[in-house]
């Protein structure tokens, strides 16, 4: 099945109301560390993501997830379809080209360094 796609404004547009979601960025922990969406929690791609990784992320809000794959997104896209089959109804993947184009927006990145 596909998974329904929510732009950087849509997502922005949320933050800014105060819209409860959750933002997993699935790249690698050393280039989330680099700078990630603002909130945005760590859950890198790997092929069965188990529920001890998922413990934390509320259910009944959206997930937004995304990485930096370019116009397929495939990790994010798969990340999504797993949190599907693990009951999460509310997740979108972030569109291409995601988190490049977030921060050539100028919208709020963290760093961890």
């Given at each position: 099945a596909d998974v329904p796609r929510i732009?950087?404004?849509?997502?922005?547009?949320?933050?800014?109301?105060?819209?409860?979601?959750?933002?997993?960025?699935?790249?690698?922990?050393?280039?989330?560390?680099?700078g990630h969406i603002k909130g945005a929690?760590?859950?890198?791609?790997?092929?069965?993501?188990?529920?001890?990784?998922?413990?934390?992320?509320?259910?009944?809000?959206?997930?937004?997830?995304?990485?930096?794959?370019?116009?397929?997104?495939?990790?994010?896209?798969?990340?999504?379809?797993?949190?599907?089959?693990?009951?999460?109804?509310?997740?979108?993947?972030?569109?291409?080209?995601?988190?490049?184009?977030?921060?050539?927006?100028?919208?709020?990145?963290?760093?961890?360094?």
């Amino acid at each position: 099945a596909d998974v329904p796609r929510i732009s950087i404004q849509e997502l922005k547009k949320m933050m800014d109301n105060g819209t409860a979601v959750t933002i997993i960025d699935v790249q690698p922990k050393e280039i989330y560390d680099e700078g990630h969406i603002k909130g945005a929690i760590s859950l890198p791609w790997k092929s069965q993501i188990a529920l001890e990784d998922v413990w934390s992320i509320p259910e009944g809000q959206p997930i937004v997830t995304y990485c930096d794959c370019g116009p397929g997104e495939a990790d994010s896209s798969n990340v999504a379809s797993q949190l599907f089959q693990l009951g999460y109804e509310k997740v979108k993947v972030l569109k291409d080209p995601s988190i490049k184009e977030w921060k050539k927006a100028g919208y709020p990145i963290e760093k961890n360094k």
